[in-house]
């Protein structure tokens, strides 16, 4: 494989930290970046304003293969979703959106629709892919995997940060409870279910600084790519 067509995969449960390591590992990277989680989340906000019907399978498995999206890789505004060229940041994290993006996401029609949709982001010089079946389903023949993984503890208290930065009032203990039934969901179900590549690299941030887990990563990059 040519590094042009390189591919970066950063999977784990949420608040491990796989959106901002993505993030800045592109950006340093110079490549573009795939946020997987919020492409469901643009189809859902792509059949809410086209009104439709969450049942018509059909329909949806050709929206998705249809989507005009992106992510913005440099600036302050980097990893933020684009819609049609329209930046629906706002917009894909309503809870409406949210909730639609949930059934879609356990559709095996609609994620296999979305499967070329998502392969199509792998172009030179690179891709970094963050998600939770990227390195095991979507590019399995990715040259570096990246497990990111952190207690359940920790990673509420992430969520619980974030959000009250956002001016959001949020109970810990809920979260807690929350990011635990998503555990439980994404680890047991049929399709793609959230678990390491065979090949992946996995590292516990649970510790660990941004900094430190991007350090990891890209000595891991220059190893396997050069």
Not at 60 to 84: P, Q, S, W, Y
Not at 137 to 161: Q, Y
């Amino acid at each position: 494989m040519s590094e042009q067509s390189a591919v970066i995969t950063i999977d784990g449960p949420g608040g491990a930290g796989k959106g901002t390591i993505a993030r800045e590992m592109a950006r340093e990277l110079g490549w573009h970046l795939l946020d997987s989680g919020a492409i469901y989340r643009l189809l859902a906000l792509a059949s809410l304003r086209e009104n439709i019907d969450p049942g018509n399978v059909v329909r949806l498995a050709e929206r998705a293969e249809a989507l005009d999206i992106g992510f913005i890789v440099e600036g302050e505004n980097a990893g933020a979703a684009l819609l049609e060229g329209e930046r629906v940041d706002a917009a894909i994290r309503d809870e409406s959106c949210g909730e639609r993006a949930s059934v879609l996401a356990a559709d095996p029609t609609i994620r296999e629709a979305l499967k070329a949709r998502q392969r199509a982001f792998r172009q030179p010089p690179g891709l970094v892919a963050d998600g939770r079946d990227m390195g095991t389903v979507i590019f399995p023949d990715a040259p570096v995997k990246i497990f990111l993984t952190a207690s359940a503890g920790e990673r509420a208290r992430r969520r619980h940060k974030q959000l009250m930065e956002q001016g959001v009032t949020a109970n810990l203990d809920d979260l807690l409870q929350e990011l635990q039934a998503r555990d439980a969901r994404d680890s047991q179900r049929q399709t793609a279910p959230l678990k390491p590549a065979d090949d992946a690299f996995t590292i516990d941030t649970t510790e660990q600084s941004i900094d430190a887990v991007i350090q990891t990563v890209m000595e891991r990059v220059k190893a396997r790519l050069h």
